[in-house]
Nanobody
Framework: QVQLVESGGGLVQAGGSLRLSCGAS????????MGWFRQAPGKEREFVSR????????IYADSVKGRFSISRDNAKNTVYLQMNSLKPEDTAVYYC?????????????????WGQGTQVTVSS
């Protein structure tokens, strides 16, 4: 079992930056593909980004490409999401998730463990 805890969310003005962190306990994250998803009120959970277990391969949703950057520090058992040039449409609860197999990283159902989420609000 893996327990994930997100932090770093908050209120920021459009154009600002936030850095989300996802810490883990219970098991090392080093063998998991890690993903970030977000869910806005009234909308389905959507894929944001994914990083391979080595950190050598990353993918992003088109809506965040060039603005967000995912990274991981396996020694610290932590995954990060650096979010720059934030827009009001980025407002959502952001979740990190761990995937043992990494076969279809854009699909929420593929992930085995989830954090409780952290709220990001971007004001215009």
């Amino acid at each position: 079992q893996v327990q994930l805890v997100e932090s770093g969310g908050g209120l920021v003005q459009a154009g600002g930056s936030l850095r989300l962190s996802c810490g883990a306990s219970g098991r090392t994250l080093s063998m998991y593909t890690m993903g970030w998803f977000r869910q806005a009120p009234g909308k389905e959970r959507e894929f944001v980004s994914r990083i391979s277990w080595t950190g050598g391969n990353t993918i992003y949703a088109d809506s965040v490409k060039g603005r967000f950057s995912i990274s991981r520090d396996n020694a610290k058992n932590t995954v990060y999401l650096q979010m720059n040039s934030l827009k009001p449409e980025d407002t959502a609860v952001y979740y990190c998730a761990a995937d043992r197999l990494g076969r279809n990283p854009r699909e929420p159902n593929e992930y085995d463990f989830w954090g409780q989420g952290t709220q990001v609000t971007v004001s215009s």
